[in-house]
């Protein structure tokens, strides 16, 4: 049953969401296993919305501990069809500064411990990924920035990192010569997984510290972070209340139909066990 249209999963600093009516709290099993948390349901900007802290409330899963798959999985039971994603990371260039906000339209994977598809289990699917957000979700939140007055910057490459510790100098420095934009542990994994499951998927990247490359800036800690991240929550809470009073009703993006010819396999030829398990992605294909 429909119990949301749009998805927000906040990051580090945004636990909650504020103005949120009709509030309740559901807890949702996935054939993946349990998202990070319950998810909460209510009505923002008259728009049926729900929210997963990422890292669960009192910030308890590393980024690698995270069961991504649960989580947008769990999105797509609950109806959504579009998520707003909201992430602290590193700037990797002098332009990005602190409590700027930063909408990247590429990704680089530089993780190695974590499943990153809805598929496997006899079903081989290969989804398009050339252009890895939905540039519909991604435009509305850098309209919403500007409503709110934040600094926000559209287009811009994020590199995901499997962490949890931050970049050694080499490391930051080798990013920088790709030309990347900013560093994170945790989205694209949320895009790769989006669009299997053709939900619109965009993130806010809210930038916190320089990570270590940038002299005479002292290399990144915890605290710093932190100090940043509060100043952060509270302008995202801002953003993206605007982004979900400013998402246009219709869709006129193909993430709907990412599926429509990636899957492989011989219908004849997937198990039932999975053929069940994905029914949710499967029944309009198969």
């Given at each position: 049953?429909?119990?949301?249209?749009?998805?927000?999963?906040?990051?580090?600093?945004?636990?909650?969401?504020?103005?949120?009516?009709?509030?309740?709290?559901?807890?949702?099993?996935?054939?993946?296993?349990?998202?990070?948390?319950?998810?909460?349901?209510?009505?923002?900007?008259?728009?049926?919305?729900?929210?997963?802290?990422?890292?669960?409330?009192?910030?308890?899963?590393?980024?690698?501990?995270?069961?991504?798959?649960a989580n947008i999985f769990a999105m797509k039971m609950l109806g959504v069809e579009r998520i707003l994603s909201v992430s602290a990371v590193g700037s990797l260039k002098?332009?990005?500064?602190?409590?700027?906000?930063?909408?990247?339209?590429?990704?680089?994977?530089?993780?190695?411990?974590?499943?990153?598809?809805?598929?496997?289990?006899?079903?081989?699917?290969?989804?398009?990924?050339?252009?890895?957000?939905?540039?519909?979700?991604?435009?509305?939140?850098?309209?919403a920035c500007d409503a709110v007055g934040v600094v926000g910057k559209s287009g811009g490459t994020y590199v995901c990192m499997e962490g949890p510790q931050f970049s050694?100098?080499?490391?930051?420095?080798?990013?920088?010569?790709?030309?990347?934009?900013?560093?994170?542990?945790?989205?694209?994994?949320?895009?790769?997984?989006?669009?299997?499951?053709?939900?619109?998927?965009?993130?806010?990247?809210?930038?916190?510290?320089?990570?270590?490359?940038?002299?005479?800036?002292?290399?990144?800690?915890?605290?710093?972070?932190?100090?940043?991240?509060?100043?952060?929550?509270?302008?995202?809470?801002?953003?993206?209340?605007?982004?979900?009073?400013?998402?246009?009703?219709?869709?006129?993006?193909?993430?709907?139909?990412?599926?429509?010819?990636?899957?492989?396999?011989?219908?004849?030829?997937?198990?039932?066990?999975?053929?069940?398990?994905?029914?949710?992605?499967?029944?309009?294909?198969?």
């Amino acid at each position: 049953m429909k119990k949301a249209e749009i998805g927000i999963i906040g990051g580090s600093g945004l636990y909650a969401m504020p103005g949120l009516t009709n509030v309740r709290e559901e807890r949702v099993t996935t054939p993946f296993g349990d998202p990070s948390d319950a998810f909460i349901l209510g009505e923002l900007e008259g728009r049926n919305v729900a929210f997963l802290a990422r890292h669960g409330r009192g910030h308890r899963i590393l980024p690698s501990e995270l069961n991504f798959r649960a989580n947008i999985f769990a999105m797509k039971m609950l109806g959504v069809e579009r998520i707003l994603s909201v992430s602290a990371v590193g700037s990797l260039k002098e332009e990005h500064k602190p409590t700027d906000f930063v909408m990247p339209d590429q990704f680089i994977d530089r993780t190695f411990a974590r499943v990153s598809t809805l598929f496997g289990d006899g079903i081989v699917a290969h989804v398009g990924f050339g252009d890895p957000v939905c540039s519909t979700v991604a435009s509305v939140f850098q309209k919403a920035c500007d409503a709110v007055g934040v600094v926000g910057k559209s287009g811009g490459t994020y590199v995901c990192m499997e962490g949890p510790q931050f970049s050694t100098r080499a490391e930051s420095n080798l990013y920088r010569s790709w030309g990347a934009d900013v560093i994170g542990m945790t989205n694209l994994q949320e895009a790769k997984l989006s669009r299997e499951a053709e939900i619109c998927y965009a993130t806010m990247a809210m930038v916190t510290d320089y990570d270590c490359w940038r002299e005479g800036h002292d290399d990144v800690t915890i605290d710093q972070v932190v100090a940043v991240l509060h100043q952060n929550a509270d302008n995202a809470g801002k953003v993206v209340r605007s982004a979900v009073a400013k998402m246009p009703i219709e869709k006129a993006c193909g993430c709907g139909d990412a599926l429509k010819y990636a899957i492989l396999t011989d219908r004849k030829a997937i198990p039932v066990e999975t053929r069940q398990k994905l029914a949710i992605l499967l029944d309009k294909y198969l």
